[in-house]
């Protein structure tokens, strides 16, 4: 499949939502955020996204993780990474082989960063739509989450190991990375402490 010219309907969005939380101290993503379960908020960037699909990749906390996502949306599919305990790469590899096979690309949205802006999605998108092999955001020079991977890229998510995610493959790009400008810094927030759930914490340069 052409990595350029993906309709909305043919990408997916991908929620990693596997991780123990152990700096936190557990049940990260259940904790209160907003009047609702942390998960609720990555959840609603991904509704935003110009997707056709959501998957939550559950992996700790499983049974709790996939209530909440049902309880957000029935509709969302799950998979769970039974290797969570390898870290980021166990739980992308874990979604990305779930996808279908008209998936032409796929967000990555990590279930702990509650406050991505709406509006970055869609350039995300057009981006890879546009011959990119990945998208992702930056905010005063610093890149950020969610990205998007083209089909091309899937292949090379299946190699990744350890706790590191997506970012050896995005290292290794160069122009085939498309940077899409942020216009605030939730592209760079998640939640790591309970007094990171105000929302409020400052992002470091």
């Given at each position: 499949?052409?990595?350029?010219?993906?309709?909305?309907?043919?990408?997916?969005?991908?929620v990693?939502?596997?991780g123990?939380?152990?700096?936190?101290g557990?049940?990260?993503?259940?904790?209160?955020?907003?009047?609702?379960?942390?998960?609720?908020?990555?959840?609603?960037?991904?509704?935003?996204?110009?997707?056709?699909?959501?998957?939550?990749?559950?992996?700790?906390?499983?049974?709790?993780?996939?209530?909440?996502?049902?309880?957000?949306?029935?509709?969302?599919?799950?998979?769970?990474?039974?290797?969570?305990?390898?870290?980021?790469?166990?739980?992308?590899?874990?979604?990305?082989?779930?996808?279908?096979?008209?998936?032409?690309?796929?967000?990555?949205?990590?279930?702990?960063?509650?406050?991505?802006?709406?509006?970055?999605?869609?350039?995300?998108?057009?981006?890879?739509?546009?011959?990119?092999?990945?998208?992702?955001?930056?905010?005063?020079?610093?890149r950020?989450?969610p990205?998007?991977?083209?089909?091309?890229?899937?292949?090379?998510?299946?190699?990744?190991?350890?706790?590191?995610?997506?970012?050896?493959?995005?290292?290794?790009l160069?122009a085939?990375?498309?940077?899409?400008?942020?216009?605030?810094?939730?592209?760079?927030?998640?939640v790591?402490?309970?007094?990171?759930?105000?929302?409020?914490?400052?992002?470091?340069?």
């Amino acid at each position: 499949m052409k990595t350029g010219g993906a309709a909305s309907h043919s990408i997916a969005a991908l929620v990693l939502a596997a991780g123990a939380g152990s700096r936190f101290g557990g049940g990260k993503l259940l904790a209160p955020f907003q009047g609702a379960p942390l998960l609720h908020a990555a959840l609603a960037a991904a509704r935003a996204a110009p997707v056709g699909s959501i998957t939550v990749v559950t992996g700790a906390d499983a049974a709790l993780v996939a209530a909440a996502a049902r309880a957000f949306d029935p509709t969302i599919r799950l998979v769970h990474a039974a290797d969570h305990a390898e870290g980021m790469a166990a739980s992308l590899r874990a979604g990305i082989a779930s996808l279908d096979d008209d998936a032409a690309a796929a967000f990555v949205f990590l279930g702990d960063m509650p406050r991505v802006p709406h509006a970055v999605l869609a350039p995300l998108a057009q981006a890879v739509a546009a011959g990119a092999a990945a998208s992702a955001p930056v905010f005063q020079g610093r890149r950020g989450n969610p990205v998007v991977l083209a089909r091309a890229l899937f292949g090379e998510v299946a190699a990744l190991t350890g706790d590191v995610g997506a970012r050896p493959i995005l290292q290794r790009l160069g122009a085939g990375l498309a940077l899409v400008e942020a216009p605030d810094d939730g592209v760079l927030f998640d939640v790591d402490a309970r007094a990171d759930l105000s929302g409020q914490r400052p992002v470091r340069p």
